[in-house]
């Protein structure tokens, strides 16, 4: 089991920055894989970005260049700098724990609101 918790959304103009947080209940280097996905409204959950144990990073091609996902493991903390955000980027924002014990577990945090206003 891994508990989630997320923080850091908000209001931001267009072209502004913020930075999101996601504190783990346990060690971070256990899980195969850390992620942010988001949500608009009345469209499907996407991938934003994830990062591995030895900090390999992929993102979706609509935040290349403008988003950078890192991890503290000391702090059991992953985080996702939005620099030049636009409102297309406005969604919730969840973190996942995707873990596989002989089969797949995927956890989420309750997720965070970004509104981004132009």
């Known amino acids: 089991q891994v508990q989630l918790v997320e923080s850091g959304g908000g209001l931001v103009q267009a072209g502004g920055s913020l930075t999101l947080s996601c504190v783990a209940s346990?060690?971070?280097?256990?899980?195969?894989?850390m992620g942010w996905y988001r949500q608009a409204p009345g469209k499907q959950r996407e991938l934003v970005a994830h990062?591995?144990?030895?900090?390999?990073?992929n993102y979706a091609d609509s935040v290349k260049g403008r988003f950078t996902i890192s991890r503290d493991n000391a702090k059991n903390t992953v985080y996702l700098q939005m620099n030049s955000l636009k409102p297309e980027d406005t969604a919730v924002y969840y973190c996942?724990?995707?873990?596989?014990?002989?089969?797949?577990?995927?956890?989420w945090g309750q997720g965070t609101q970004v509104t981004v206003s132009s």
């Open positions: 996942n724990a995707y873990v596989f014990n002989n089969r797949a577990y995927n956890y």
């Open positions: 346990r060690n971070i280097f256990s899980i195969n894989r």
């Open positions: 990062i591995s144990p030895s900090g390999v990073t």
